[in-house]
């Protein structure tokens, strides 16, 4: 069983070794799009001022869901721990009758 495991982590290793220095040895075709539209630095900056503004839109939905989501749990927390209070008062109201009325 330990020669089977072995066996695998070094067919696996090899895979990875293998499949890295494969990768190395492509020749790049393009090396980025960017260069082969030859674009100018104030395109670049009104690109990276779409990315900035798509990103801020993606975190600030991520955070009213999340908080939503949030909100929503503590209200229904905070009302099945009141009414786990309620019962329990009320059933501690109830022995406490039964006990004052059979005093044994």
Not at 22 to 45: K, L, R, Y
Not at 98 to 104: L, T
């Amino acid at each position: 069983m330990k020669s089977m495991r072995q066996f695998a982590a070094f067919v696996l290793g090899a895979a990875l070794a293998g499949g890295t220095a494969f990768a190395a040895a492509q020749p790049q075709a393009e090396q980025d799009q960017t260069t082969t539209h030859h674009s100018t630095a104030g395109q670049d900056m009104r690109n990276a001022g779409r990315s900035t503004r798509n990103a801020a839109r993606d975190t600030g939905r991520a955070t009213k869901k999340g908080s939503k989501k949030a909100w929503r749990k503590t209200k229904h927390g905070t009302k099945k721990g009141w009414n786990k209070t309620k019962n329990a008062t009320k059933g501690a109201v109830r022995g406490g009758k039964e006990g004052a009325q059979n005093p044994h």
